[in-house]
């Protein structure tokens, strides 16, 4: 740090990037376009981020009217560097990593040098000559907590059908149906067959069922009888800053208040997207295009950039929507007349787009 710090020169530019582990994290220095010095800090411990402030510290005291600039990449471990950064007065960029430049040979090759040389590079491509930076949006950390909740609640419904699945894969595999009296799966005249079944079956599969069923409770008793997350979700739709555009989202057929939720939450400021095609593009929900030479421009799948999360209850609000709609039902049968079965999927990303584009609207009107 010492041989950084002594080539820093009033005015000049001081790049760091960080490559960001769970455990460790890489912090390359460089001044203007010179080569970088590395250091090695340690992730879990609050010495690794006082370490990193010391280092930008250090320039800054040493040479005053250095510009300094951080980035790191976007990833599982949020925003809380970022946050300590610019607590610090320091300027920082979290980057997206999917719209970061990468050949296939850094690809192929990589270690950690290499990615804090790649986002470098990125950095001071931007802020000397004026490239492009792709930084993610940062949420304020009110909203931040928000979503922690609202995604508790989505992963319950996901947490449950999953075990119900592992449930009816159990039951295919020792041949074993409801019986006839049993129309309705997940009654509770069906968990009382359940039981019975864990009981009859081979030590293994018992064990297995019991263990199974004993988690379905837990779930269903978090997600159904008052559970810490349903609790908090209901709280937080009736706080002002989500009342009014709850109250409006719910009004579309097939939207319920976490469909609601969830696309406030994962979107945040709707005021970001200047228009429907930078929505649909953030959504995922815009195709992929390829044109070379003399082909001419072909639409692909879908991107699936974006959040999942909005994407998942986009499409299930979509299928209620087609049912539930008398406009919508219509629309969607005239396209389907005479297509194969296979056309749904493709007519249904379609609504899906309409429909968020529709809720996208109707919330910035309700704010």
């Known amino acids: 740090m010492t041989r950084v710090a002594q080539n820093v020169k009033e005015g000049k530019n001081i790049f760091c990037a960080i490559d ?31 370490g990193l402030l010391s280092l930008l510290q250090s320039c800054g005291r040493r040479f005053p009217g250095a510009r300094i600039r ?16 610019e607590e610090a007065g ?8 999917t719209h970061l430049p990468s050949s296939p040979k850094q690809r192929s090759n990589k270690t950690d040098k290499r990615d804090v040389v790649r986002l470098l590079e990125a950095l001071r491509g931007h802020m000397l000559a004026g490239n492009s ?3 993610v949006w940062k949420p304020p950390a009110e909203l931040r907590e928000d979503r922690e909740v609202v995604r ?9 059908a999953g075990v119900k699945n592992e449930i009816h894969g159990l039951l295919r595999r020792y041949g074993r149906r409801a ?6 799966p997940w009654t509770k005249k069906h968990a009382r067959w359940l039981e019975g079944v864990a009981e009859e079956l081979p030590a293994g599969g018992g064990t297995v069922l019991g263990g199974l069923l004993r988690e379905l409770r837990f779930y269903q008793e978090e997600l159904v009888r008052g559970g810490k997350a349903v609790a908090a979700l209901a709280a937080l739709a009736e706080e002002e800053r989500y009342r009014k555009q709850v109250e409006a989202l719910v009004a579309i057929p097939g939207v319920a208040a976490l469909t609601a939720m969830v696309f406030l939450t994962e979107l945040g400021d709707l005021s970001r997207f200047p228009n429907r095609r930078a929505l649909g593009s953030y959504l995922g929900l815009a195709p992929r295009a390829w044109e070379s030479g003399e082909r001419s421009d072909r639409k692909g799948h879908i991107s699936k950039m974006g959040s999942p999360r909005v994407r998942k209850v986009l499409n299930q609000a979509s299928w209620a929507l087609v049912r539930l709609a008398p406009s919508w039902r219509a629309w969607f049968k005239k396209r389907m007349r005479g297509q194969k079965k296979e ?5 249904i990303v379609g609504v899906m787009r309409q429909l968020g584009i529709r809720m996208w609207h109707l919330a910035q009107e309700a704010a």
């Not at 019986?179 to 309705?184: M, Q």
């Open 133 to 135: 930076l792709p930084v």
């Open 70 to 85: 951080v980035c790191y990449e976007a990833s599982g471990s949020g925003f809380r560097l970022a946050d300590r950064l």
């Open 179 to 184: 019986p006839e009296g049993i129309k309705n």
């Open 20 to 50: 960001l582990h769970q455990e460790k994290m890489l912090a390359g220095i460089a001044v203007d376009q010179g080569l970088p010095e590395f250091r090695e800090l340690d992730t879990r411990e609050e010495s690794g981020v006082k």
């Open 152 to 160: 508790r609640r989505l992963g319950l419904g996901d947490k449950i």
């Open 343 to 347: 056309r749904k999927k493709a007519l």
């Open 90 to 97: 320091y300027w920082v960029a979290v980057l997206a990593p």
